[in-house]
């Protein structure tokens, strides 16, 4: 009789591995349209950081972490107060005030 059990439950296993499997091939697709999304996203986001600021204003618009990116891409010191940061950004980049 524990043949019959084991047998009944590798018959349920094979069964559900073949959901499983059918299962996998719809979550690889939207894996990959998932991916896809996410890498337009990206480039939308990297598009709009990649816009130079035109004034001080738009430095203020800027979170922390981003005016420290964009420092640092201009090669102006990122380890500095807000402030200052955006004083060295205005000069160096000849921005409106």
Do not use: C, I, W
Not at 13 to 24: A, I, Y
Not at 58 to 68: G, K
């Amino acid at each position: 009789m524990t043949t019959g059990s084991t047998g009944d439950a590798a018959a349920d296993t094979t069964t559900d591995d073949s959901v499983s499997d059918d299962d996998h091939d719809d979550t690889d697709e939207q894996d990959e349209e998932r991916e896809t999304t996410e890498e337009s996203n990206e480039s939308e986001t990297t598009d709009e950081k990649s816009e130079r600021p035109s004034s001080r204003v738009d430095l203020e618009a800027m979170s922390y972490r981003e005016l420290q990116q964009f420092a640092k891409s201009v090669d102006v010191t990122a380890n500095l107060a807000r402030e200052e940061m955006e004083d060295k950004l205005v000069e160096t980049l000849d921005l409106d005030e």
